[in-house]
């Protein structure tokens, strides 16, 4: 049978994978576990909380005609108490619909929004995924739609973490798995700095893990230990800080909060111009001088820049599952300044026992073998699955299409999966 040969020709490919692990370097392991604090308390009451997480399925049909259906719920719990929800559903079509998932995530930003405003008790607000907003480099380059996305997202985000923060609210955000090594090379940058305050410095400005194994390369006579230091950016290269503190230590706690500066200051062109604030930045003019629909995503992003900066930290549960990345809104730490002025990454001095009472309180939420069993909930409620998309939803989806004067025929791959169903 064709499986059988397929399955040998597979064994023989896979045979072949050379090695591509690189070891953990232990005198990096002291650096790194300086920066966790180890903690498993639990908080003995929890607060009056919201907890939101979205999902999506679309059908592209002949033509590229795609539609696509984003739902979000935001359940309210009182002293771990069920006792509301807020529900949406978004449906968009599109010829060539893309970026998704963002109408997905501004939806959950507008549920949890809505929660707020409806249950006045509420003092903490969690979601699944980040709380940093991102501008991609090519933006410049995308279509109307996708650009529209973004905006939509972006100010989805500012009107949630405002509220959030003119109500000094408890709001975080959950990442499972996080693939960013924003504080590994932080670390890496700080530690450098005690052999090169210079050098140090050059590289704080830099996030990408390549233009730093580039600049270390550059710089090999002005380090001792620099061979060190490229096989733990090689390594990196290859991994994240998740994985990292996953490793190296199998202690529940945190790693001490790192204040995000915007992402937009450190993309390769505003790192080459020196540019040290979103202000000034370059695609922020070209944004800007582009006109609507782009320039929506500045004056977006103008507005979040308004408000306090997230801080990001990571957390082992006190049942020690998981290692697992958490932004909060940075007002809760303390921080008052504009997200706008932040010139850098840098470690919030000071902080630590206000991060451990937030710990506290997302270890009194994750019984073991759960990492915040309600954010688990919340996400088996919204999640779609295929065989109630393709049978309940998507039929009607072709019947709408059909009678706003589309044709809306299934692709010819797709038309065969139903019919070997």
């Not at 090519?138 to 949630?160: H, R, S, T």
């Not at 070209?286 to 629909?293: D, S, T, V, Y």
């Not at 919030?348 to 990492?371: C, H, M, Q, Y």
């Not at 919340?378 to 004067?405: Q, S």
């Amino acid at each position: 049978m064709a499986e059988d040969s397929f399955f040998q020709m597979f064994l023989t490919e896979i045979s072949k994978l050379s090695s591509i692990s690189i070891a953990f370097d232990d005198s990096f392991r002291d650096v790194y576990l300086s920066f966790w604090h180890e903690f498993d308390g639990k908080s003995e009451e929890s607060p009056s909380f919201v907890v939101a997480d979205g999902s999506y399925a679309h059908t592209t049909f002949r033509g590229g005609v795609r539609a696509a259906v984003a739902r979000a719920i935001a359940n309210v719990y009182s002293h771990n108490n069920l006792i509301g929800d807020i529900c949406d559903v978004d449906l968009r079509v599109g010829h060539g619909l893309k970026r998704i998932s963002l109408y997905m995530r501004a939806l959950e930003f507008k549920c949890l929004k809505r929660a707020l405003e409806s249950y006045s008790e509420v003092q903490m607000a969690l979601c699944d995924g980040d709380l940093y907003p991102i501008i991609p480099p090519v933006l410049v380059k995308l279509g109307d739609q996708e650009v529209e996305a973004y905006a939509e997202y972006l100010n989805a985000f500012y009107d949630l973490y405002k509220l959030a923060a003119e109500r000094k609210l408890l709001l975080i955000g959950v990442t499972k798995d996080s693939f960013v090594n924003y504080l590994g090379v932080k670390i890496l940058s700080t530690f450098i700095s005690q052999e090169n305050p210079t050098l140090g410095r050059e590289l704080s400005r830099v996030r990408s893990v390549k233009n730093i194994l580039k600049k270390l390369s550059e710089n090999r006579d002005q380090l001792k230990n620099c061979d060190a230091y490229l096989k733990e950016v090689g390594r990196m290269l290859m991994s994240s800080d998740e994985e990292i503190f996953d490793d190296y230590t199998n202690k529940s706690g945190f790693t001490y909060p790192l204040v995000l500066a915007p992402q937009p200051i450190y993309l390769s062109e505003e790192i080459k111009a020196g540019t040290r604030r979103w202000a000034d930045s370059r695609i922020r003019r070209r944004l800007l001088a582009a006109g609507n629909p782009f320039s929506k995503i500045a004056e977006a992003f103008d507005r979040i820049c308004e408000l306090p900066p997230v801080v990001m930290s990571y957390w082992r549960p006190w049942h020690g599952i998981g290692v697992y990345r958490i932004d909060i809104g940075g007002w809760i730490l303390g921080l008052n300044s504009d997200w706008g002025s932040v010139e850098g990454d840098y470690f919030l001095e000071g902080s630590t026992d206000k991060l451990r009472e937030v710990i506290a309180v997302l270890n009194s939420l994750s019984p073991e073998p759960f990492t915040i069993k309600p954010l688990l909930d919340v996400d088996d409620l919204v999640r779609f699955r295929t065989d109630i998309y393709k049978e309940c939803y998507e039929p009607l989806i072709i019947e709408a299409l059909r009678r706003a004067g589309l044709k809306a025929v299934l692709t010819k791959r797709d038309l065969r999966e139903l019919m070997v169903r």
